[in-house]
């Protein structure tokens, strides 16, 4: 089976409307800390966290698209 994963790191004031824990007032008034943007060294952390822990067949190839991808053994039960 193949898993594809890619990382995303959101500014602050995302996570926590996300979170239910919207920005005080005041802090709405700061500048925006700008936008989501893909986080090729978190990906590649947590791609091969993956790996180790589901035995993956060999190491993360990227897909051209911002995603690693492994491929791990399918166990039916």
Do not use: F
């Amino acid at each position: 089976m193949k898993i594809a994963l890619a990382c995303w790191v959101v500014n602050l004031d995302t996570a926590r409307y996300l979170g239910d824990s919207p920005p005080t007032r005041q802090e709405k008034l700061l500048p925006p800390e700008g936008t989501a943007a893909w986080d090729e060294e978190l990906t590649g952390r947590v791609i091969s966290h993956l790996a180790a822990r589901m035995n993956a067949l060999a190491p993360a190839l990227p897909t051209g698209d911002g995603h690693l991808t492994i491929t791990v053994p399918l166990t039916l039960t």
